[in-house]
């Protein structure tokens, strides 16, 4: 599972639109972000946060492995098989094994046999997606690129494909306003693509970007099928997709959007507005059955919003971040969230409504930009008190580190 990735969630869209260099863009984000620290974290909602009896304080917690794959800020992470993939902003994708006793050996010994460089480009990549033997890239260039995930550094398709772009040329009707004096036709982003999202049966691929559009592409021959046009206000930092069908879009504008196919039409519009955040939105993460849905922004908070009569309403926010939410993961009863305050945080949600903080993690030493979760396959025997998962996280400081997360099992 993957997560989605963000441009500063701090910064307007023309402040972002000056950092050309992706770098630079990591870079200036943590400087910023600073300033939240002292920023109200939405007191009108209340806190679904607390500590169980049975941990009244958060045990120092080590990594079981800390990965030096990448020299420059990672900003996505995925897991496929047996292999753990990477993305950052040099522009190239890695793999590695994804077992931390694996990495844990090869990184003692500074030999990292098992990484294979997959993709390079010279555009930074903001968000990667690896579905059966492909694998998606976005990037700040504006594209998208297609990859075989088994066959190092094959780029197979770019988009807007070459017969997308030349089938729009000749239409006036194709072209659509992107900034003063200038139009491009509707299949192209004309602004960093921040994150993918792909469909469960894997036919459609959705990307969102800092154009305030988000685009939907056919995978069996690339088409953009679909482009909605100033579906927010300023940048989409994420985008999350339901089993029945309803896109979420998360913006630097503070808001969530949902949207969906009425019945009979071929077009998504907007469904309803989610505002609560008072600053911009830089995470969404759905449960499996989606009718969960989990959203990080500057304000340090993770609100909670639950579906009631097909509405999603707010319930409350999960606190203890000092600085902005960069990044979220959900998997079983289980919230993973990054942040800017370099720390890592497992919240699970227990009987009732409330969730409690399981564990801190702290070891990284620049802003937390993505997380990637599974369940832990090397454990087992006669403790059936607890369950264990992995919990994959990475960001400015460009080390990935794999932790173990003991879970005990919910009493009934």
Same mark, same amino acid.
């Given at each position: 599972?993957?997560?989605? +990735?963000?441009?500063?969630?701090?910064?307007?869209?023309?402040? +972002?639109?000056?950092?050309?260099?992706?770098?630079?863009?990591?870079?200036?984000?943590?400087?910023?972000?600073?300033?939240?620290?002292?920023?109200?974290?939405?007191?009108?909602?209340?806190?679904?946060?607390?500590?169980?009896?049975?941990?009244?304080?958060?045990?120092? +917690?080590? &990594?079981?492995?800390?990965?030096?794959?990448?020299?420059?800020?990672?900003?996505?992470?995925?897991?496929?098989?047996?292999?753990?993939?990477?993305?950052?902003?040099?522009?190239?994708?890695?793999?590695?094994?994804?077992?931390?006793?694996?990495?844990?050996?090869?990184?003692?010994?500074?030999?990292?046999?098992?990484?294979?460089?997959?993709?390079?480009?010279?555009? &930074?990549?903001?968000?990667?997606?690896?579905?059966?033997?492909?694998?998606?890239?976005?990037?700040?260039?504006?594209?998208?690129?297609?990859?075989?995930?088994?066959?190092?550094?094959?780029?197979?398709?770019?988009?807007?494909?070459?017969?997308?772009?030349?089938?729009?040329?000749?239409?006036?009707?194709?072209?659509?306003?992107?900034?003063?004096?200038?139009?491009?036709?509707?299949?192209?982003?004309?602004?960093?693509?921040?994150?993918?999202?792909?469909?469960?049966?894997?036919?459609?691929?959705?990307?969102?970007?800092?154009?305030?559009?988000?685009?939907?592409?056919?995978?069996?021959?690339?088409?953009?099928?679909?482009?909605?046009?100033?579906?927010?206000?300023?940048?989409?930092?994420?985008?999350?997709?339901?089993?029945?069908?309803?896109?979420?879009?998360?913006?630097?504008?503070?808001?969530?959007?949902?949207?969906?196919?009425?019945?009979?039409?071929?077009?998504?519009?907007?469904?309803?507005?989610?505002?609560?955040?008072?600053?911009?939105?830089?995470?969404?993460?759905?449960?499996?059955?989606?009718?969960?849905?989990?959203?990080?922004?500057?304000?340090?908070?993770?609100?909670?919003?639950?579906?009631?009569?097909?509405?999603?309403?707010?319930?409350?926010?999960?606190?203890?971040?000092?600085?902005?939410?960069?990044?979220?993961?959900?998997?079983?009863?289980?919230?993973?969230?990054?942040?800017?305050?370099?720390?890592?945080?497992?919240?699970?949600?227990?009987?009732?409504?409330?969730?409690?903080?399981?564990?801190?993690?702290?070891?990284?030493?620049?802003?937390?930009?993505?997380?990637?979760?599974?369940?832990?396959?090397?454990?087992?025997? &006669?403790?059936?008190?607890?369950?264990?998962?992995?919990?994959?996280?990475?960001?400015?400081?460009?080390?990935?580190?794999?932790?173990?997360?003991?879970?005990?099992?919910?009493?009934?």
């Amino acid at each position: 599972m993957g997560l989605l +990735q963000h441009p500063m969630c701090c910064h307007s869209q023309k402040q +972002q639109q000056q950092q050309q260099k992706s770098y630079d863009h990591f870079h200036s984000e943590s400087s910023t972000s600073s300033s939240l620290h002292s920023q109200p974290s939405l007191p009108s909602v209340p806190s679904l946060s607390f500590l169980t009896p049975q941990q009244p304080h958060h045990p120092q +917690q080590q &990594p079981q492995s800390t990965v030096k794959i990448h020299s420059s800020p990672i900003s996505s992470l995925a897991l496929h098989g047996k292999l753990l993939y990477s993305a950052a902003s040099s522009g190239e994708v890695k793999t590695c094994s994804r077992d931390p006793f694996t990495l844990q050996s090869d990184t003692s010994t500074n030999t990292n046999t098992n990484v294979v460089v997959v993709a390079t480009t010279n555009a &930074p990549v903001k968000s990667l997606i690896v579905y059966h033997e492909t694998l998606f890239t976005a990037h700040q260039d504006h594209k998208i690129r297609v990859w075989k995930a088994h066959q190092p550094t094959k780029c197979i398709a770019t988009l807007p494909t070459l017969h997308d772009r030349f089938s729009k040329l000749f239409s006036s009707k194709n072209y659509v306003k992107v900034r003063r004096h200038k139009k491009r036709t509707w299949v192209h982003h004309v602004d960093a693509v921040s994150t993918l999202a792909l469909s469960h049966d894997g036919f459609l691929l959705y990307s969102a970007s800092w154009d305030r559009t988000f685009k939907i592409w056919r995978t069996s021959d690339f088409k953009c099928l679909e482009s909605i046009q100033n579906a927010h206000e300023d940048a989409i930092n994420s985008l999350v997709l339901s089993n029945d069908g309803a896109v979420y879009t998360g913006s630097a504008d503070t808001k969530i959007k949902m949207w969906k196919k009425r019945e009979g039409e071929k077009k998504h519009s907007l469904v309803r507005t989610l505002e609560k955040h008072k600053s911009a939105v830089n995470a969404l993460a759905l449960s499996a059955d989606g009718s969960v849905l989990y959203s990080g922004a500057c304000d340090r908070s993770i609100l909670v919003w639950e579906s009631d009569d097909n509405n999603m309403a707010v319930v409350g926010a999960l606190r203890g971040h000092t600085k902005a939410i960069l990044c979220l993961a959900v998997m079983a009863d289980l919230v993973c969230s990054g942040s800017a305050d370099n720390s890592v945080r497992v919240w699970r949600k227990e009987t009732g409504k409330g969730y409690s903080c399981l564990a801190l993690l702290e070891s990284h030493r620049r802003p937390v930009k993505c997380l990637a979760m599974a369940v832990d396959s090397n454990t087992g025997g &006669p403790d059936q008190d607890h369950r264990s998962y992995l919990v994959y996280s990475a960001g400015l400081d460009c080390d990935i580190k794999v932790w173990q997360i003991r879970v005990p099992l919910l009493s009934l």
